[in-house]
Every structure is written in C-alpha cells, then in structure tokens.
C-alpha cells in the first residue's frame, strides 16, 4: 500500500494516543480510504529525515509527504474530492476554528487530568524525555498536576459549554452528517479515552452520547480502539 501515517503510540505499538493523530484517522476513514499505520514515539526522529519536522501524524501519500492533522485533512479534500466531504459546503472555516479551540482550550484541560496516565503508558525510553518536556512546560510534576483532577474536572467540563449547546439542537458538530469540525475535538476525547480510565465527561452529559457516537462511526474504529 502505498499511504502511510505515522501516528504516535504508547509502549504498546496498539494503543495509539494522539489527538492530532486520531483526527487523521477519521478523516481517512471519513474519506474512505485505507492506510497502513506504523507506530511513533516520541525519542524516535526518524521521521525528520524526509517529513522536515519531528512531529506526528505524518501522512505519506505515494509521493506526497503531508504532516500537521488539518493541512492533511485539507489534503485530503483536495486530492480526494470524489469522496465523502470533509468540509461540506464550504465549512472548512467553522472546522478550523473547533480545531482552533480544541487545541487551545480542551486539550490544555485534558492534559491536567490524564497527562500522569499518559506517562505510565509510554515506552521506558519514551518516559524521561515526557517527563522533563512536560514539566519544563507546567512548571509543576507531573503529579502535582493531576493531584485535584477530582475537582478541576468540573472546571473543565463546563469549558466544553460551547459544543454542548450546538448539540442540544443538532446531532453532529457538522449539522446532520459529521464532518471534520466533529473529528477536531473527537480526537482530543480520543487522546483522554485511550490513556485513561478517568471518567472526563458525565454519563448522562449531550456530549457523551454525542462521543458515544463518534466512536460507533466507521465499523466502530473509535470504540474498538486499544485502550490502557
């Protein structure tokens, strides 16, 4: 085959953990695209050598060499306009501003409540470089970090506010299909479902039922997925 994605995973090459990641996944699978995966941690830099950056997902699409989750998302909408949209009727801007804020508010919030989990999951060569990277960026241990979780999760379930409305009255961010906007903060909950048994939404929350679904679509890709 030849599309590639390298996407960043645990200590166990199945459990793939990555919001970015993880948006890229249902977005080829939105597409209906099939794609070998192979596993990345974060100590490995080979990917530098012909993707120019050392970051994941990276996308290699027979010579096309893509990385950063929404310029792959656009990608695919271009080279691939006989499929299923991502951005359906021109919503690419609406898309990027929930990535925008996935990324600038609910994947901050999520950190402070399963980045202790994250480190347990990772390869032993992979946890000193997590450790000491996050930290540096916290400012605080990793522990002392998620030490309340219990009770900032209530903060940050309330900063989920703005996708709990839209869903009150529609069942996907995207309107009556889903689309990229709900793959955007699908793969935030994804980083948190797979590393963690911490319950960050409410059973009972729209959101939840709204997860619930995003993880049914594509053969059940989300809800099968290989969890801690």
Avoid at 65 to 91: K, M, Q
């Amino acid at each position: 085959m030849s599309r590639k994605l390298y996407e960043l995973a645990g200590k166990n090459p199945e459990l793939v953990f990555s919001p970015y990641c993880w948006r890229t996944r249902f977005a080829l699978a939105h597409k209906d695209l099939e794609c070998e995966t192979i596993p990345w941690r974060f100590t490995d830099k080979a990917i530098i050598a012909f993707s120019g950056q050392p970051r994941v997902p990276v996308l290699v699409d027979g010579d096309r060499t893509i990385s950063d989750s929404f310029v792959i998302a656009e990608y695919l909408e271009e080279h691939y306009s006989d499929h299923p949209p991502l951005f359906p009727s021109g919503s690419v801007a609406a898309a990027r501003f929930v990535n925008a804020w996935a990324d600038s508010v609910v994947n901050p919030g999520l950190a402070r409540l399963v980045v202790t989990d994250i480190f347990k999951i990772l390869s032993p060569k992979d946890q000193p470089y997590f450790r000491e990277t996050r930290e540096k960026l916290w400012g605080c241990t990793l522990e002392e970090l998620t030490a309340d979780r219990d009770t900032t999760v209530l903060a940050f379930r309330k900063s989920l506010q703005p996708a709990r409305m839209v869903l009150k009255s529609q069942t996907w961010l995207g309107g009556d299909q889903p689309d990229y906007a709900d793959y955007a903060l699908a793969g935030s909950f994804m980083w948190a479902h797979c590393v963690s048994r911490f319950a960050f939404l409410e059973p009972e929350d729209v959101l939840s039922e709204w997860f619930a679904r995003v993880r049914d679509l594509f053969g059940g890709l989300g809800e099968n997925a290989k969890r801690a």
